[in-house]
């Protein structure tokens, strides 16, 4: 189970965080959600705190919609992240 298309921001990390708790007591417990969000590109604290939650989902991925910048990969990023 995947969290759905979502949006880069502060807010839908706390929402993948609640989904993939809830997916869990709900008997689904090898759930994720697209790093560093689906639709949108992220600023490099975005980008680093996405992936840092990202590491203790069941499963994680970097991907994202089409018309996104292609990096979604740490190693295209800044030399920060």
Do not use: C, K
Request: no cysteine; aromatic share 16%.
């Amino acid at each position: 189970m995947w969290t759905g298309d979502s949006g880069v921001s502060y807010t839908d990390i706390q929402l993948y965080i609640q989904e993939a708790l809830s997916f869990g007591v709900s008997g689904m417990i090898f759930t994720g959600a697209d790093l560093p969000g689906f639709v949108g590109n992220p600023s490099d604290d975005e980008f680093i705190e996405e992936y840092q939650a990202g590491v203790f989902y069941p499963f994680m991925r970097a991907h994202a919609s089409i018309s996104t910048l292609e990096n979604r990969e740490p190693w295209f990023r800044s030399e920060r992240v």
